[in-house]
């Protein structure tokens, strides 16, 4: 290119990168959860059973189903999500997953479950207390008063977005679980070192419950709610 030419055009090539430099980037690249990094875990099967199963479906499809449609809405909000598993049956002991999370430093760690007891709806359990396995005391006071905060942001958010379809069964410490009163913590909270709580979408029990996490509009409509929850709890840890 002659050299008068380059001299010309040089200025109009600087306005167009102060122009592109201004356009706003994409949604994705851009959402409310941009440089966040969510881990997922769809629960079961591990060292403690396969899950348990309702007339319709089984824990164990019902949490990896969910968590694939929540990892697509996530990555639209602009995060970068890790499973702890690959595929519906693989199996990851309690310990491994909690690993997982903590190797790709994630900001929060939402683990799917599905109960098999009690009244029907959604419940959230957070690490409330340290608890003891295989010899490791955990976690950390830091890291249950940050699971405390996410989740308390949490559970509002969730049961109001499943306002007439799930409903809200309570906001509990693990120390409320079977093996958390057993343990101090559950397994995946005591080896956690970022901030984590589970969701127990529906009881899989009550027909209500069963009718809705097989279908595929209620496991979208659950990963929205979940979604949109955890937009609230990352917030509530800055």
Request: aromatic share 4%; glycine share 8%.
């Amino acid at each position: 290119m002659p050299l008068e030419m380059e001299n010309r055009l040089r200025p109009l090539i600087a306005l167009a990168l102060v122009a592109l430099m201004a356009v706003p980037l994409h949604p994705a690249f851009a959402g409310p959860l941009t440089g966040k990094i969510i881990c997922v875990d769809p629960g079961h099967p591990s060292e403690t059973s396969a899950g348990t199963r309702g007339k319709r479906i089984t824990e164990n499809k019902a949490n990896w189903l969910v968590a694939l449609k929540l990892k697509a809405i996530l990555r639209s909000m602009g995060a970068r999500v890790v499973l702890t598993k690959t595929s519906e049956n693989e199996k990851v002991t309690n310990r491994r997953r909690a690993e997982i999370a903590n190797a790709a430093k994630a900001t929060l760690m939402v683990r799917l479950h599905c109960d098999c007891a009690g009244g029907p709806g959604i419940a959230v359990y957070y690490p409330d207390r340290k608890g003891t396995r295989f010899g490791v005391t955990g976690p950390s006071a830091s890291v249950i008063s940050r699971s405390r905060a996410a989740a308390k942001a949490f559970y509002p958010s969730v049961t109001a977005a499943l306002k007439g379809k799930i409903k809200p069964k309570g906001l509990r410490g693990d120390s409320a679980t079977y093996i958390g009163s057993k343990q101090g913590a559950l397994t995946g909270s005591i080896f956690s070192k970022v901030p984590v709580f589970t969701v127990e979408m529906v009881t899989m029990t009550h027909k209500s419950d069963d009718d809705f996490i097989a279908s595929a509009a209620g496991q979208l409509a659950m990963a929205k709610a979940i979604a949109t929850a955890l937009g609230a709890a990352v917030k509530a840890l800055k």
